[in-house]
């Protein structure tokens, strides 16, 4: 089976920058994503990596060290639209996508 | 607009009744996932399909079926619901080795 693990919460001020860790073992590795998710609304995507390195989009950052099983999601001049849950996933295979439990972030003003 | 749509936004059933969670997808994925999501546990994997009529049980596939007649079509049974079936239900799709899985907007089922 797969073994995904990030915090379960985080808190921080708007306009910081909050770094979200991943760690996983899985009996394969096609990929990592990460989703965000708001409360009532479906999860959307934000960023994919498969080759080890840092992945930059707009304010968003994905890391991943594959010798590791370690990725994380840099989020950067926090808004409170950021406000979310970001969900951690692998793709263990090309057929299958395996998540973490989430972890929320909470942005105050 | 690519989209995956699932058949309700909210479902109330009685323990015992036999329910059917449908999922549509536009995109032409082989790919098809069900997921259910509930509190401090995340989104746990139920079944997968990678093709018509082909199906791979997930993590946790007790008390569910699949069935995948058309590729656009994912249907989740219940065979016999019970109140630990009450959750939010994810339906999702992607290509083999795709980069983004595009997910419905879930149907929360509560079974009483």
């Known amino acids: 089976g797969q073994n995904i693990d990030q915090p379960t919460e985080m808190t921080a001020t708007e306009g910081a920058i909050v770094q979200i860790n991943c760690t996983y073992q899985?009996?394969?590795?096609?990929?990592l994503f990460w989703y965000q998710q708001h409360a009532g609304e479906a999860p959307t995507f934000l960023s994919y990596?498969?080759?080890?390195g840092l992945e930059e989009k707009g304010r968003f950052s994905s890391f991943l060290s594959r010798s590791k099983g370690y990725s994380y999601l840099l989020l950067k001049e926090l808004q409170m639209k950021d406000s979310a849950s970001y969900l951690c996933?692998?793709?263990?295979?090309?057929?299958?996508?395996?998540f973490g439990a989430g972890t929320t972030v909470t942005v105050r003003a | 607009d690519v989209k995956v749509t699932q058949s309700s936004r909210y479902l109330v059933k009685r323990t015992g009744e036999k329910v059917f969670l449908e999922c549509v997808q536009d995109m032409d994925h082989e790919n098809m996932f069900w997921y259910r999501q509930d509190p401090g546990l995340g989104l746990r994997l139920i079944y997968f399909s990678y093709d018509v009529k082909m199906k791979e049980k997930g993590d946790i596939p007790e008390g569910y079926s699949v069935s995948r007649e058309k590729k656009e079509r994912f249907s989740l049974i219940l065979e016999s619901a019970s109140t630990n079936q009450t959750s939010m239900y994810l339906c999702?799709?992607?290509?083999?080795?795709?980069?983004?899985?595009?997910f419905g907007q879930g149907t929360r089922l509560t079974v009483v």
């Open positions: 990596n498969v080759l080890d």
């Open positions: 999702a799709s992607r290509l083999p080795g795709g980069t983004e899985a595009f």
């Open positions: 996933a692998v793709s263990p295979s090309d057929y299958k996508l395996s």
């Open positions: 899985t009996s394969g590795f096609n990929g």
